[in-house]
């Protein structure tokens, strides 16, 4: 691993590494669910298994406190959580009014308990869940108009700009790179590595 620090108005830092200590720390990342965010060269390295990275920062998520309420309240946001963030992105979050009805709980009180307790807002935990989600159908085989599609996308351009936003880099290239990450894995296993 080869580390420069370039010298412009912002500090950056590349690192050179091999395509398994990527998949390596790629896979930790995303094992432990920490959120972070990768910048990658275009411009092709000396050595053909070498990806060149000229960002890769840890997007910082508040930590996780304890509640200060009572298990009931709690049990039932995570019912509630479970109930509309899953695995079906399809429709739209219900309205905050409707949650806190189902809750009976006061709008403020929801939010400052929801924040508590996943360190972020709802609508920053159910895109972050949806933008995660998206990234599993990609790394899967899905074109990014049926992922756009299946995460309740009308135009593909709005999800584009939504998977950007969270991860930095656009669908097409993040499928690209799993495309030549499984394309490694392959080259690998017919060398016996």
Do not use: W
């Not at 695995?87 to 949650?99: K, M």
């Not at 709008?107 to 972020?120: D, I, L, W």
């Amino acid at each position: 691993m080869n580390a420069k620090k370039n010298s412009t108005s912002q500090e950056q830092l590349t690192i050179v590494l091999n395509i398994e200590d990527f998949k390596r720390i790629e896979g930790d990342l995303i094992e432990k669910r920490i959120p972070f965010s990768i910048g990658y060269s275009s411009k092709p390295c000396e050595k053909q298994e070498e990806v060149t990275l000229t960002k890769i920062e840890r997007v910082e998520a508040p930590k996780k406190e304890q509640p200060e309420y009572p298990n009931i309240v709690v049990d039932k946001l995570e019912q509630v959580v479970n109930k509309y963030i899953g695995p079906n992105f399809e429709s739209e979050l219900p309205s905050l009014d409707n949650i806190c009805e189902e809750l009976s709980m006061r709008e403020s009180t929801f939010k400052r308990v929801f924040k508590q307790y996943y360190g972020v807002t709802l609508h920053q935990y159910y895109m972050m869940k949806k933008m995660d989600h998206a990234a599993n159908l990609i790394r899967s085989g899905y074109t990014i108009t049926s992922v756009s599609k299946i995460i309740g996308y009308a135009h593909p351009i709005k999800f584009t700009k939504m998977f950007q936003k969270h991860f930095g880099v656009s669908p097409k290239k993040y499928q690209q790179f799993q495309k030549n990450l499984s394309l490694e894995k392959l080259r690998d296993s017919v060398r016996g590595v």
